[in-house]
T-cell receptor, first 113, second 117 residues
């Protein structure tokens, strides 16, 4: 059972455009939703994270939108730049026995110069 | 060191060979995690240590996989009698505080790339 479903698998966006990556989760006990960015040959690095008590969190060009009732959350990258080209993973974790971070399968983002 | 350090970065093993992968977490970090990342997939949890205690090994795929962290710092992931399906990147991550505090930032190393031929 895939607990965190991510789409699309790959995404191509023009420089300056908005990149949108979506995730859906199953476990209502999850209470922490991070996004990780991974460049080739590197480990994932935390980009931005949200908790379900807020519907949106913005850090610079990166925004997470969260819909608790739909069990969905998304990453928006505004003014996308070629340097944003990477693989992005949504993830989720919860308290107690759910506190291991569960990752989605990833989205390969390519920003055209 | 400043970050999580893993070695070797690349390992080619013949099927049936034993391998050992090392992780040196950020100094002072209590929590240490091992993840397996197959090509084109997200990382999948293998096991967790809080200091020297292995508190969760629910993700280890078989009894050929064994991890230890005897002094609560460096950890080793050992894979016995490697098989082709073990080919993956093995990521180590560490966190300052114990797992169980949901929302901890965990810091990943660059991974050990294992290819079994």
């Amino acid at each position: 059972q895939q607990q965190v479903k991510q789409s699309p698998q790959s995404l191509i966006v023009q420089k300056g455009g908005i990149s949108i990556i979506n995730c859906a989760y199953e476990n209502t006990a999850f209470d922490y939703f991070p996004w990780y960015q991974q460049f080739p040959g590197k480990g994932p690095a935390l980009l931005i994270a949200i908790r379900p008590d807020v519907s949106e969190k913005k850090e610079g060009r990166f925004t997470i939108s969260f819909n608790k009732s739909a069990k969905q959350f998304s990453l928006h990258i505004m003014d996308s730049q070629p340097g944003d080209s990477a693989t992005y993973f949504c993830a989720a974790s919860g308290p107690g026995r759910d506190d291991k971070i569960i990752f989605g399968k990833g989205t390969r983002l390519h920003i055209l110069p | 060191g400043a970050g999580v350090s893993q070695s070797p970065r690349y390992k080619v093993a013949k099927r049936g060979q034993d391998v050992a992968l090392r992780c040196d977490p950020i100094s002072g970090h209590v929590s240490l995690f091992w993840y397996q990342q197959a090509l084109g997939q997200g990382p999948e949890f293998l096991t967790y240590f809080q200091n020297e205690a292995q508190l969760d090994k629910s993700g280890l795929p078989s009894d050929r996989f064994f991890a230890e962290r005897p002094e609560g710092s460096v950890s080793t992931l050992k894979i016995q009698r490697t098989q082709q399906e073990d080919s993956a990147v093995y990521l180590c991550a560490s966190s300052l505080v114990p797992r169980g505090l949901s929302g901890n930032t965990i810091y990943f190393g660059e991974g050990s790339w294992l290819t079994v031929v």
